[in-house]
Every structure is written in structure tokens, then in C-alpha cells.
């Protein structure tokens, strides 16, 4: 794909989803940081029940410390992997309470120094809390990298590679949110809706499918 066809794929893509961001719901980046960690094999829509009611009662390291392991167990329980998401939230709070101030840290070698947090969480945090032209390949990224021809790859970090080696400079800020959501809505798994979508006839996508619903 030719970096004038990438240019006009994310042109069109910011005219469609004109305020691009996380879905997942926070008011601090500390909440941002606990939900991306509690997203990991699970859907927004699942985390924002859950913390919905815990960051109610605790929305600091401090707090959620407060809780215990059963204690926030059972406000995450309905999310998948719970219990080891529950024990990496708990050290996560002890690590920023401890070495950072209880604030979290703005770098990749310190995020993803913090139990349960890899390279994707530390990028979603470094893009959405701190303003960094990071990507974070998550299953929406890789399938689009390899769809589209937008950034192939085998592998998550050689389709993040090649995402950073041929976005458009303009779009580096926005490009992670922009792709998700047009994963998440348009160009879906099972069924992409390529009839619907903005960027068809710049899609290098062979097998496309033209589906009204």
C-alpha cells in the first residue's frame, strides 16, 4: 500500500469517527491504567460495569490497596481472569504507592515494569493519558494491519512496527483509537460491513464482503 492510499485511509477515517478514544470509562489516569488491566480477553463494556461500582468506593492506589484480594474480587468477578487480574491490581498499587507517589509513571520501562502491565497496556497509557504517538496492537489493530494491508506482520510487535514506520505523521496521535473503533464497528471480525465502510474502495482487503447490516 502506497503512503498517498494510507494518507486518504486516515483522512476519511477522522471524518468518520471525528473525537476518537478509549471506551473504556475513567476520570484519572490511574483508573485509566486499572481498566486497561482489567480489559485484558475482555470487552469495555464488561470493565465499565465493574469499575463502575468499584472506582464508587475506591479510585486510588491507596483505596483499592484498602480493599484486600476478596474485597476486589468482588467487584471484578464478572470479569474474565479475575483472580489474577485482582493479585496484579493489588501490586500495581503497592508499586505506585511505594516507588512512584501513588501517581502513575509516564514511561514505557516504569509501566511496564507494574505487574499485569506489557507493552500493549503501556502503550493504550502513553497514548491516552500522556499525548505519545504510540500504538497498542490489540486483536482490532493486528486484524486491520493484516486485512487492510494498512501494517502486516506475523507477530504483534512486527505489525506495531510497521503501524509507526507508515502512518501519516499527522494521524500518529489519533491513528490507535481511529483503527479500534472502525474495527470494533465497521470492519468486524466475522463480518465486516464493507458496503458501510468509509474506506472501501482503498481497502486491499480480497475477500471483501458487501453486508447491509
Known amino acids: 500500500?502506497?503512503?498517498?492510499?494510507?494518507?486518504?485511509?486516515?483522512?476519511?477515517?477522522?471524518?468518520?469517527?471525528?473525537?476518537?478514544?478509549?471506551?473504556?470509562?475513567?476520570?484519572?489516569?490511574?483508573?485509566?491504567?486499572?481498566?486497561?488491566i482489567l480489559s485484558a480477553q475482555a470487552t469495555d463494556k464488561g470493565?465499565?460495569?465493574?469499575?463502575?461500582?468499584?472506582?464508587?468506593?475506591?479510585?486510588?492506589p491507596e483505596d483499592i490497596l484498602g480493599l484486600g484480594l476478596h474485597g476486589l474480587e468482588s467487584y471484578i468477578n464478572s470479569i474474565g481472569l479475575y483472580h489474577t487480574k485482582a493479585k496484579n491490581v493489588l501490586a500495581t498499587c503497592q508499586m505506585l504507592i511505594s516507588k512512584h507517589g501513588s501517581q502513575v509513571p509516564n514511561t514505557r520501562n516504569d509501566l511496564e515494569a507494574l505487574p499485569g502491565v506489557g507493552r500493549k497496556t503501556a502503550n493504550v497509557i502513553l497514548n491516552t493519558a500522556f499525548g505519545q504517538p504510540t500504538i497498542a496492537v490489540d486483536t482490532h489493530l493486528f486484524r486491520l494491519?493484516?486485512?487492510i494491508k494498512l501494517a502486516t506482520g506475523k507477530t504483534v510487535l512486527e505489525v506495531e512496527t510497521n503501524y509507526v514506520k507508515t502512518i501519516p505523521a499527522a494521524f500518529m496521535q489519533d491513528a490507535h483509537h481511529l483503527l479500534i473503533l472502525h474495527g470494533r464497528y465497521t470492519c468486524t471480525a466475522r463480518k465486516p460491513k464493507c458496503g458501510q465502510c468509509c474506506i472501501e474502495d482503498l481497502c486491499e482487503y480480497k475477500a471483501k464482503e458487501y453486508n447491509a447490516a
Open 145 to 147: 494491519g493484516n486485512r
Open 47 to 60: 470493565v465499565n460495569l465493574a469499575t463502575e461500582k468499584l472506582y464508587a468506593v475506591a479510585n486510588t
Open 1 to 36: 500500500m502506497n503512503a498517498e492510499k494510507r494518507l486518504e485511509i486516515f483522512k476519511r477515517l477522522s471524518i468518520a469517527i471525528p473525537n476518537p478514544s478509549t471506551e473504556l470509562q475513567h476520570n484519572s489516569t490511574f483508573e485509566l491504567l486499572i481498566a486497561v
